[in-house]
T-cell receptor
């Protein structure tokens, strides 16, 4: 069975500082992808960053980077230079490619609040 | 491109009523999925489809039906609404290997 665990229900960070949102996963598949989505208070789901299980380099997208530690089965999201607009719910998700279905398994989410 | 569209945005049903949540995408994506989001539980997969004519159950399929007669459309039917189905429903689509694109969501309340 596949599972995503996000252990931080809520986080605070000071504006302009960096913050790490934790994500651990469990899967028996060798080929999988890890995703992070942002959900602001308006409710839409916004794709942030992707890491494939065979990617050797950690993924980066602007101020977002993914700290991928395969042996520890963790895929933490790092947001650098936090901005007020980063206040939102963040979800970690995983897709196993062996099933070839496109299904995503989500964690419970972490609410991030950026303080001015 | 409109992306993934969902209608309605809001809906209130009485227990026992049926209704269909509409989802359409104009990106020619093979994969489409329905999720529900409840407080503290993240998103859970209801049903999914890997192409026209092919559907399968996700994690929480009971009380819902789907069909995929075209690549573009993937409606979700509530057969007999129950208060436990009060939730926010998201439709998503994707190409194989790509990230999922989500619709804006439908907020459903069952009284």
């Amino acid at each position: 069975a596949q599972k995503i665990t996000q252990t931080q229900p809520g986080m605070f960070v000071q504006e302009k500082e960096a913050v790490t949102l934790d994500c651990t996963y469990d899967t028996s598949d060798q080929s999988y992808g890890l995703f992070w989505y942002k959900q602001p208070s308006s409710g839409e789901m916004i794709f942030l960053i992707y890491q494939g299980s065979y990617d050797e380099q950690n993924a980066t997208e602007g101020r977002y980077s993914l700290n991928f530690q395969k042996a520890r089965k963790s895929a933490n999201l790092v947001i650098s230079a936090s901005q007020l607009g980063d206040s939102a719910m963040y979800f970690c998700a995983m897709r196993a490619y062996s099933s070839n279905t496109g299904k995503l398994i989500f964690g419970q989410g972490t609410t991030l609040q950026v303080k001015p | 491109n409109a992306g993934v569209t969902q209608t309605p945005k809001f809906q209130v049903l009485k227990t026992g009523q049926s209704m269909t949540l509409q989802c359409a995408q104009d990106m020619n994506h093979e994969y489409m999925s329905w999720y529900r989001q409840d407080p503290g539980m993240g998103l859970r997969l209801i049903h999914y489809s890997v192409g026209a004519g092919i559907t399968d159950q996700g994690e929480v399929p009971n009380g819902y039906n789907v069909s995929r007669s075209t690549t573009e459309d993937f409606p979700l039917r509530l057969l007999s609404a129950a208060p436990s189905q009060t939730s926010v429903y998201f439709c998503a689509s994707a190409r194989p290997g790509d990230e999922q694109y989500f619709g804006p969501g439908t907020r459903l309340t069952v009284t």
